[in-house]
């Protein structure tokens, strides 16, 4: 069973950064195609960026230019480093096997001064 467990969520002040992590579970990490996804209240969960498995990134408009998707395959981690952040992006963060269903818990990352 494959499991993606994340963590670095937490409260920053506008301007500020933070760097997600997910851990994936399994030895077939190094072929996945990963995701970050964010629901704010009220909205509809939306794609933040992704990479595939040989390190192609993409980014929602959004965010282009202020985070960073990464991976570390020997560590069986993807990495979401986000920096100058904005109230907007206030949200519940996953982790996705792209075209699967298997995600991550979410972590909450709040951005209020």
């Known amino acids: 069973q494959v499991q993606l467990v994340e963590s670095g969520g937490g409260l920053v002040q506008p301007g500020g950064s933070l760097r997600l992590s997910c851990l994936v579970s399994?030895?077939?990490?190094?072929?996945?195609?990963m995701a970050w996804y964010r629901q704010a209240p009220g909205k509809q969960r939306e794609l933040v960026a992704d990479?595939?498995?040989?390190?192609?990134?993409n980014y929602a408009d959004s965010v282009k230019g202020r985070f960073t998707v990464s991976r570390d395959n020997a560590k069986n981690t993807v990495y979401l480093q986000m920096n100058s952040l904005k109230p907007e992006d206030t949200a519940v963060y996953s982790c996705?096997?792209?075209?699967?269903?298997?995600w991550g818990q979410g972590t909450q990352v709040t951005v209020s001064s």
């Open positions: 399994g030895s077939i990490f190094r072929l996945l195609p």
């Open positions: 990479i595939a498995k040989g390190g192609i990134t």
């Open positions: 996705n096997i792209v075209n699967t269903n298997y």
